[in-house]
């Protein structure tokens, strides 16, 4: 097997490991992260029209990382791939770019929650969103040539990830970019 930057290939062989691992993950940096309560920041910051109630974040969230979690399970399992991607050599060359890109978009979005709630840095956490995006729609472009099943699990995602971002620039935006409470001054400041 080529070499890749992924999880183990244990998790990806097990549907249930597959669909538990971001689960988990994603569970312990929200926790990390909101041991200080972001939902006090989330409410106390100027947010743009459409904004959800911080309740919605959680089930959304776990509904997302269960339906990307069965996706990279589909899509690297030994019968799920129909044939290697014509830009690949071989099938297993494809499923270590599937599971390496996977596995960089983990990342990206296990930081987005760091960066914009505990360095309160939301200009650092678009920049990460954007990264987290191009990685995504990568993965879902080889997604569409390999596996449609985890091409169509992946869309809800992809479509919060872009609701996600106009959520990050609004809130940036009309909070001065900063959220630690200098945000205010700053946007009256603009206004008058």
Not at 39 to 47: A, D, E, H, R
Not at 86 to 104: F, G, N, P, V
Not at 122 to 141: C, E, I, Q, T, W
Request: charged share 10%.
């Amino acid at each position: 097997m080529p070499w890749s930057f992924a999880l183990p290939e244990a998790i990806f062989a097990s549907p249930l490991l597959s669909t538990f691992t971001p689960i988990a993950a994603g569970c312990t940096v929200g926790y990390l992260v909101n041991r200080n309560g972001t939902k006090p920041l989330y409410t106390s910051l100027k947010q743009p029209p459409l904004a959800p109630p911080p309740w919605l974040f959680a089930p959304a969230w776990t509904t997302l990382y269960a339906l990307m979690g069965y996706a990279a399970y589909h899509a690297t399992s030994a019968t799920s791939l129909v044939f290697p991607l014509s830009t690949l050599t071989s099938a297993s060359e494809a499923r270590s770019t599937i599971q390496t890109l996977y596995t960089t978009q983990l990342l990206f979005n296990y930081a987005w929650m760091p960066l914009f709630f505990g360095l309160r840095k939301p200009l650092l956490a678009a920049v990460d969103m954007a990264a987290l995006s191009v990685n995504v729609g990568v993965l879902m472009r080889i997604f569409w040539d390999a596996d449609r099943t985890a091409f169509w699990c992946f869309v809800p995602y992809a479509a919060w990830l872009g609701f996600a971002a106009y959520l990050n620039v609004g809130v940036g935006w009309l909070n001065g970019w900063e959220l630690d409470g200098k945000g205010d001054k700053k946007v009256k400041g603009r206004k008058e």
